[in-house]
């Protein structure tokens, strides 16, 4: 294993033995970079910082409950947990433990860890690995097994059967058995854990290349259904054969593991109003509509950013425009200039819908959107007000007043988006004064 110099020099002035530790060693033993450096040491926190004191690296608690510790210096950070066994209020599955005990037993430690993979230890010095639960042969055979019973790990923390879905996702790994009955009867768990660590968590196995079993192993073990109702209850449900070769859940499931890194969330949740729309109307016509509002519920109810709340809530919205493809030009013209802030990703989802039938392989629809995208980007029309070459203050000084400036913009910019007017001050300046009624 490669070690930095900054992390041979830490474990020289370090007071007991170093451990590379977690997601570096599994990743090191299978063949992946890594930029995220756990350490572990069975140093308690304050021997760790008198040991540092002087020297080139910074020391800072980040959680002073738990004795872990930032080490910075070299330009490398590091964090650093005491060996440590931890107590959890009984069966809460609240994910942060009542009380840690600092051990110097290596085992020990290993116990309090998720997954047997995640507790492989690289001795910085001597550089050899330290494997008591047998961890190096999970990596190879990638499998997550539990340090303990898998009842028991998944009940003190319930975040843990996150961390296993997203691990299938990100690793290409497969849970045993037992781990995987154990998440299914524990799943429940996942109700102690705050929204933003189950947020968190999504969105890393939204980015995994092992997506839809990562997925289907949320459905199947019940957590789809726990962190998104809504899109669990599309399972099933039929599709047309012309058009689908999945049900809406599995379509969803393909789109988002077809999907851009920065669209996966919308891809995710793009139908999820179908279900919703078959239950009330017979019919899916009215889906993106229904399926807005859920996403806007979804997301908001999973503490996103504003920002991807509202994005995510437009993508949903707007994804079935024109699904025979027959809109006039100006049409298309004005969805483009009104999506005009998140047109690409939203050409980008449509195109991915398609692919995430199973059935296409190309889609004309989105070729189209982006094809107009490109000719009003040539003819520099303006996309929104503020691209216009005239401003409120012009508008004011031709007598109008009030919410009339804003009415008289947004005039000139839709005909400038039809190609009927130029984006030209003069010309601009002219339609105005006639909308004012002082035609020149
Ligand atoms: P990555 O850094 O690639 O996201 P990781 O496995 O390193 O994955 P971290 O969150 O960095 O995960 O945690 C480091 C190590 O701490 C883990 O490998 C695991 O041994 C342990 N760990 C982290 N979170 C938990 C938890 N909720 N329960 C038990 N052990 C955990
Ligand atoms: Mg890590």
Request: proline share 3%; net charge neutral; aromatic share 6%.
């Amino acid at each position: 294993m490669k070690i930095s110099p900054a992390l041979e020099k830490l474990a020289k002035c370090f007071p007991s033995r170093l451990y590379l530790v977690g997601g570096a060693v599994r990743d090191y033993l299978r063949g992946v970079e890594t930029q995220d450096f756990d350490l572990a040491s069975a140093a308690k926190p304050d021997e760790v910082k008198s040991a540092l004191e002087g020297s080139a690296f910074r020391v800072c608690d980040s959680s002073p409950k738990l004795g872990t510790l930032i080490i910075s210096g070299g330009g490398v950070r590091f964090e650093h947990t005491t060996f440590r066994t931890d107590s959890y209020p009984e069966g809460s599955g609240v994910h942060k433990p009542d009380e840690v005990v600092f051990t110097s037993d290596i085992e020990e430690d290993c116990r309090r860890r998720d997954f047997c993979c995640n507790a492989v230890y690289f001795d910085v010095e001597s550089r050899k690995i330290v494997d008591p639960l047998g961890g190096v042969a999970d990596i190879e055979n990638k499998v997550l097994r539990t340090t303990r019973a898998a009842k028991d790990v998944f009940s003190e923390d319930g975040l843990r059967i996150m961390r296993l879905i997203r691990f299938v996702s990100t690793l290409g790994f497969a849970p045993d058995y037992e781990a995987t009955n154990a998440a299914k009867e524990l799943v429940g768990r996942l109700s102690d854990v705050s929204k933003e660590r189950i947020r968190d968590e999504l969105d890393k196995t939204l980015q995994g290349k092992n997506l839809c079993t990562a997925l289907e192993l949320a459905l199947q073990t019940g957590v789809l259904k726990e962190i998104l109702p809504e899109l669990a209850d599309n399972e099933d449900l039929a599709q047309p054969a012309a058009f689908h070769r999945y049900d809406a859940l599995r379509h969803a499931f393909h789109t988002a593991a077809a999907a851009r890194e920065d669209i996966k969330l919308a891809a995710l949740l793009h139908d999820v109003g179908k279900a919703e729309a078959w239950k009330k109307d017979g019919n899916m016509h009215n889906h993106a509509e229904y399926g807005a509002v859920t996403a806007r519920e979804i997301t908001k109810r999973l503490k996103y950013p504003n920002a991807v709340i509202a994005e995510t809530e437009i993508l949903v919205r707007e994804h079935m425009y024109d699904i025979n493809a027959n809109a006039k030009e100006n049409k298309l013209r004005r969805y483009v200039a009104r999506n005009y802030a998140v047109i690409d990703k939203l050409i980008a989802l449509v195109r991915t819908d398609s692919l995430g039938t199973g059935i296409f392989s190309d889609c004309p629809r989105a070729d189209r959107f982006q094809a107009t995208l490109d000719r009003m980007k040539e003819e520099k029309i303006p996309f929104t007000v503020r691209d216009l070459a005239v401003n409120g203050d012009d508008i004011k000084n031709l007598g109008f007043k009030g919410e009339k400036i804003g009415k008289a913009l947004s005039l000139l910019l839709a005909e400038s988006i039809d190609g009927k007017l130029k984006n030209e001050r003069e010309a601009l300046l002219r339609a105005a004064a006639r909308l004012a009624g002082r035609a020149d």
